[in-house]
């Protein structure tokens, strides 16, 4: 699905020397790199705050611990997500409250958000699905109106934009009380390890972060806080640096794919192509789309058969999965997730792909489809 290894080799020399340099310094654990990246990152999001940290699903559940949510509480996000999301709302004794997403853009749905409210609900964990913002001045609205905090889950969506209806654009994650994302190899801006990151707006918020990922420390040896230990290391703080340079570039290269996508697929009624929205740009960490009356298995089989990965984000919603099914759930309670799971498919995205794949790729779509028409 990722050619990681080609991109490497376009930005070899600097990598290496990156690498090389920190471990020259022996400055492994909060060197003057992470600081580096740290600064950088706030200029590239126009956030006044980032804390780096070990992961996507820390980043999450750091955020949670710094809210100081309590167990009860009720945490709303989308039944259509990766499980990290509703993981950390479990761990910590919170109550995932699950909703349904829209169809064309599957991110989740206002309106079900509202219907989902009640004296309980805390927090508002919107996922930015696939490298499009969920519609986040609706969201906002309802987090206002009822006095919730709104965590963004923007590991997929990080250098996407959001445009307000009074003209306000915001990068994804800066929107809410705090942003969450990851830097696992695969996403958008990816190190060559684990990493992650907070944002925020607040000083009073990044602060509590800042000590719940340091083992909720105030000062050394002095613990205020349980919190955990959460650390980006120096040398993926180097690679990340080198990455968020190209960042936009990389987001531009990844729009191209999904414009060759849209174009081969247009005149086939057996695939919808993933809907963008006029007020979110799409950064596609995924190029997903929704088969009708397509043979899913079939199709994957024949793409591997011409080397062609084809993936199922997500097969199985969050309220069928085995550890989150509760008695509030049963099957047809999210019917758009529930039909999204048995319909989509991704195609290879990613910074690297030419024209020659790309034909190579859609015209495996193709041909299968046309031979499989009733
Ligand atoms: C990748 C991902 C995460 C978790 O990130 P890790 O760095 O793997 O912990 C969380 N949420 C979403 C939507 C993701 O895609």
């Not at 919170?94 to 169809?103: A, E, G, I, K, S």
């Not at 340091?214 to 040398?235: A, P, W």
């Not at 591997?304 to 008695?327: F, G, S, T």
């Amino acid at each position: 699905m990722v050619d990681l290894v080609s991109q490497y080799e376009k930005m070899q020399e600097e990598i290496d020397t990156a690498i090389i340099d920190v471990v020259r310094s022996s400055a492994y654990i909060n060197g003057p790199e992470v600081k580096a990246f740290q600064s950088e990152l706030e200029t590239y999001l126009g956030a006044k705050h980032v804390v780096p940290c070990a992961n996507g699903t820390d980043a999450l559940q750091i955020a949670m611990m710094a809210l100081d949510l309590k167990p009860g509480d009720e945490v709303i996000t989308a039944d259509f997500t990766y499980v990290a999301t509703a993981e950390v709302i479990a761990l910590l004794g919170l109550t995932p409250v699950l909703v349904d997403v829209n169809p064309t853009t599957f991110n989740i749905e206002p309106e079900a958000i509202r219907a989902a409210i009640t004296p309980k609900t805390k927090a508002i964990v919107p996922v930015h699905l696939f490298g499009q913002c969920a519609p986040m001045e609706a969201i906002m609205a309802i987090a206002k109106k009822h006095n919730l905090f709104v965590i963004e889950d923007t590991a997929q969506a990080i250098g996407a934009e959001y445009t307000f209806s009074d003209g306000t654009v915001k990068k994804a994650g800066t929107i809410g009380d705090i942003g969450a994302t990851s830097f696992f190899p695969s996403k958008n801006l990816g190190c060559y390890g684990d990493g992650g990151a907070i944002f925020t707006n607040s000083d009073e918020y990044a602060a509590m972060l800042r000590v719940v990922a340091n083992h909720g420390q105030t000062r050394q040896y002095y613990h205020d806080e349980v919190g955990v230990n959460s650390r980006l290391d120096s040398i993926q703080a180097a690679i990340l640096r080198i990455k968020l340079r190209r960042l936009d570039d990389y987001n531009a290269a990844r729009q191209k794919v999904a414009a060759f996508y849209a174009e081969a697929f247009e005149d086939l009624p057996e695939i919808n192509v993933p809907e963008h929205c006029a007020n979110s740009t799409h950064v596609y960490h995924q190029y997903t789309m929704v088969l009708n009356g397509v043979d899913r298995d079939g199709l994957k089989a024949h793409l591997n058969e011409r080397d062609i990965p084809m993936m199922i984000y997500y097969p199985v919603p969050l309220h069928l999965q085995k550890a989150y099914r509760d008695d509030r759930y049963t099957e047809g309670d999210f019917p758009v997730t529930e039909i999204l799971c048995k319909s989509v498919a991704s195609l290879p995205m990613q910074t690297e792909l030419d024209e020659e794949q790309l034909k190579h790729i859609t015209e495996g779509v193709i041909s299968y489809i046309k031979a499989n028409r009733s």
